[in-house]
């Protein structure tokens, strides 16, 4: 009895990728996703109150129909505190029904690049501290506000955020790890409940 080598055979997903190497379970884990929902259709579009900074300040879905996974509307409702660029962009694949190869097409990029933008992105969305900032936020000061909005919502280096307050690395830092710690206690006391 011969075992087939399957390092030798061609897989079929892969022959869809440019880049096959790369294609990994993720990858045709979110291409199968984004097929088996095709489009998706909202009742309601978020009705957004753009804030100084732009981010959306509610988000109200209606029903979403055409299959779609209650994870992409989590994704879908975070992505209103990004910057506008990503959360179109998370938007048009989360929502809208775009692929990964559509977007590198319409962005002029590789497959590979909105690969990993996508991945970084809904990385940083779903984390419990970029929830904790979007609702608290507003009870902050100004300052610490500025800090938690441009370092984990729209994730700035901590000299990019230094460089754009004008304030010290060591303030931003400092602000930045207050509002670590105050998520990190709310998720322990949700815990605890």
Same mark, same amino acid.
């Given at each position: 009895?011969?075992? +087939? ?5 061609? !897989? ?20 199968? !996703?984004?097929?088996?929902?095709? !489009? ?17 300040? *509610? ?81 902050? *000061? +100004? *300052? ?50």
């Amino acid at each position: 009895m011969s075992i +087939p080598n399957t390092m030798q055979t061609e !897989r079929p997903e892969a022959r869809d990728h440019d880049d096959a190497p790369a294609a990994n379970a993720w990858s045709r884990g979110a291409d199968l !996703r984004r097929r088996r929902r095709k !489009r998706v259709s909202l009742s309601m579009v978020a009705s957004t109150a753009a804030g100084p900074q732009g981010a959306a300040s *509610t988000a109200v879905y209606g029903p979403i129909g055409g299959g779609a996974s209650v994870w992409a509307g989590r994704v879908a409702e975070r992505a209103a505190y990004l910057e506008p660029a990503d959360r179109e962009f998370l938007l048009a694949l989360y929502l809208h029904g775009r692929t990964m190869r559509e977007m590198a097409q319409l962005l002029g990029v590789s497959y590979r690049r909105v690969r990993t933008r996508c991945k970084a992105l809904v990385a940083r969305v779903m984390q419990p501290a970029y929830a904790f900032v979007a609702v608290h936020r507003d009870a902050w *000061t +100004p *300052t610490m506000k500025a800090v938690a909005t441009r370092t984990i919502l729209h994730g700035r280096s901590l000299n990019q955020a230094a460089a754009e307050l004008k304030v010290t690395y060591h303030t931003v830092r400092s602000l930045r790890d207050r509002v670590l710690a105050m998520a990190s206690g709310a998720a322990q006391q949700a815990k605890g409940r």
